[in-house]
């Protein structure tokens, strides 16, 4: 079984695979389908800026791509590249509602700290108005 730390601790990995070239800021996502199988992602920067892709997104594109459509939680870890997690980094606004397409209100997001310490919040938390598919009638 994943545990919450155990999912924190293959999102700081995950770090390690980022591209960063222009911000050197790395993170990295590990997303825990219902089945128990796990995506790690990585963020992955492009000279243009606009095709950039963040963590979170390349490891849900990645169970999408599997089949997967039911997810547990997710974990997430940034910082500067190379250096260990120094603060509480939340999905950005794209991510949370890429998210809310697959995930409920109560989804868990554990959010990696210093010192392998995370916390826990609910995607509602993090998107309290939230536009989802059943919005759409």
């Known amino acids: 079984m994943t545990t919450p730390e155990k999912l924190v601790a293959l999102a700081r990995e995950a770090r390690g695979q980022a591209y960063v070239p222009y911000s050197g800021f790395s993170?990295?996502?590990?997303?825990?389908c219902a089945d128990g199988t796990v995506y790690q992602g990585c963020n992955i920067e492009n000279a243009a800026f606009g095709p950039t892709i963040?963590?979170?997104r390349v490891a849900v594109f990645k169970a999408v791509f599997d089949g997967k459509r039911d997810f547990a939680g997710i974990a997430v870890a940034g910082g500067r590249a190379g250096?260990?997690?120094?603060?509480?980094?939340?999905?950005?606004?794209?991510?949370r509602q890429v998210l809310r397409e697959f995930c409920g209100l109560?989804?868990?997001?554990?959010l990696?700290?210093?010192d392998g310490k995370f916390e826990t919040h609910t995607l509602g938390e993090l998107?309290?108005?939230?536009?989802?598919?059943?919005?759409m009638g």
């Open 27 to 32: 993170v990295g996502a590990a997303l825990l």
């Open 54 to 56: 963040c963590a979170e």
């Open 83 to 95: 250096q260990e997690v120094t603060g509480l980094f939340p999905p950005c606004g794209v991510c």
């Open 106 to 110: 109560d989804f868990p997001l554990y």
């Open 112 to 114: 990696a700290k210093e």
């Open 127 to 135: 998107l309290p108005i939230s536009f989802s598919n059943a919005d």
